[in-house]
């Protein structure tokens, strides 16, 4: 194995993120000069450029910034406000009422919107004041929502599932999608029952059980909103359109949507566009230069490399698992979601196909795990908007997020010892 390279790659960038340098600089400056080892300077540039050009040269990729553009037109829609008011006819009685509430209506945000940060956003500005002024712990209430914030990208549509199916060589994008909803609604029971504990513990209030006919009202209500999972989901499944074309039918629909519940105007749709722009931009240039990272890495055969290193250790399938696990909880806690699908697939995938993991197993598991990540200092990007949100620290947060760790970790090692937890409903739809 050819060490140069690799130390190369390494040091660099954690030399360029531990200064400050933007993420994506960081992996492209570290490529470049990586490449600087084994040919000229005006041949490396050249190549990088080429490989930043060609990685976004993907019509998969088109239904990222649909899907950013149609989260940014629920979020200004008064989408959050009816979830949240559905959820809390079906769990405000139990225990935890309120943090029972943010986890539901999160689940249900992220699904819709396919972003952490915006579910984090909306759910912490609404309820993260209602549950103080009914007496839970601000922190409590931060730590509910920066982990069920995450949730929403392993329930489809997730633009990180169809960065994974580019990284991955094409694994079915229905299929991944498919995948996701048990594992997703799983992890998230597994974050209310830790909830419900601590709230219990703590004595922290309760609403009044609602009527039937009040959670059926507030259904109808949400209902509009809920219908955009079916029609996804249901048309990529049923063949009538692609992933891409299902994001461009959400941001037609959402808008749809808006202007009918009068919640957006004429006037809105110039911010809301400028909005998904700029977020669009930043996962474009994160995916362009972790294509050229990706490229480098298969240049150099270091995922070849690395994967006969991890199968040199052991050939059993479980403890190949757990040092896989443990090492995408250790990326995550350094490196944001995108550019650690794009750079670790390639790495990961050979071996775990070798101990035959299905791919769409495989795939499922690294969203989860760097879902962790981002709930995690120094790079937890919704942990930050989370503590910011409810005004708190870092500090503060660690107690109450522990127990809501854990609960994730367990949902983590079922899903990867249990595969039928994330096959069965790809199964059924013959993927």
């Known amino acids: ?75 200004h829609g008064g989408i959050a406000d009816r979830l949240i008011r559905f959820a809390k006819t079906i769990v405000g009685a139990l225990p935890g009422g309120l943090a029972l509430i943010n986890i539901i209506s999160a689940m249900l945000m992220g699904a819709i919107a396919g972003s952490a940060m915006a579910s984090a956003s909306a759910m912490g500005s609404i309820l993260g004041p209602e549950m103080e002024k009914e007496g839970y712990d601000k922190e409590y209430g931060a730590a509910v929502n920066i982990t069920s914030a995450t949730i929403g990208l392993v329930i489809p549509p997730s633009n990180v599932l169809i960065v994974y199916s580019l990284a991955s060589g094409g694994v079915s994008i229905a299929a991944l999608f498919l995948a996701g909803y048990i594992p997703g609604i799983l992890t998230g029971l597994f974050l209310m029952i830790v909830a419900a504990i601590w709230a219990k513990r703590k004595g922290y209030p309760t609403f009044k059980r ?37 994001s461009a039918v959400a941001v037609l629909y959402t808008l749809i949507l808006g202007f009918a519940y009068k919640e957006i105007s004429v006037k809105d749709l110039p911010i809301i566009l400028l ?43 479980v403890v190949i698992l757990i040092i896989i696990n443990l090492l995408l909880l250790f990326v995550g806690v350094f490196m944001d979601m995108t550019p650690a699908v794009l750079i670790f697939t390639p790495i990961f995938l050979p071996v775990v196909k070798s101990l035959g993991i299905d ?59 249990f595969p039928q937890i994330t096959l069965w409903l790809p199964n059924q739809f013959g993927f």
């Open 1 to 75: 194995m050819e060490f140069l390279p690799v130390l190369v790659l390494v040091f660099s960038f954690i030399f360029f993120i531990s200064i400050g340098t933007p993420v994506a600089w960081s992996i492209a400056i570290s490529s470049l000069l990586t490449i600087l080892v084994s040919i000229p300077s005006l041949a490396a540039v050249t190549t990088i450029a080429q490989r930043m050009g060609t990685g976004l040269d993907s019509f998969a990729l088109l239904a990222i910034p649909f899907f950013v553009l149609s989260g940014q037109l629920m979020t």
């Open 210 to 246: 609602s009527s039937l006919s009040q959670v059926l009202k507030t259904f109808v209500i949400a209902f509009p909103s809920l219908l955009l999972l079916v029609i996804v989901i249901g048309g990529i499944v049923a063949g009538y359109f692609t992933a891409t074309e299902a």
């Open 359 to 417: 791919p769409i197993q495989f795939g499922i598991i690294m969203v989860l795990n760097l879902c962790i990540g981002l709930c995690t200092p120094p790079v937890g990007s919704v942990l930050f908007v989370g503590i910011g949100i409810a005004k708190t620290s870092i500090e503060k947060v660690i107690k109450p997020l522990l127990p809501l760790f854990i609960a994730m970790i367990i949902a983590l090692l079922l899903i990867t010892f």
């Open 275 to 317: 909005e998904s722009a700029k977020t669009s931009a930043v996962v474009m240039l994160l995916i362009a230069a972790s294509m050229s990272m990706s490229w480098i890495m298969s240049y150099e055969n270091i995922p070849q490399n690395l994967s006969d290193v991890l199968l040199s250790i052991s050939d059993n399938r």
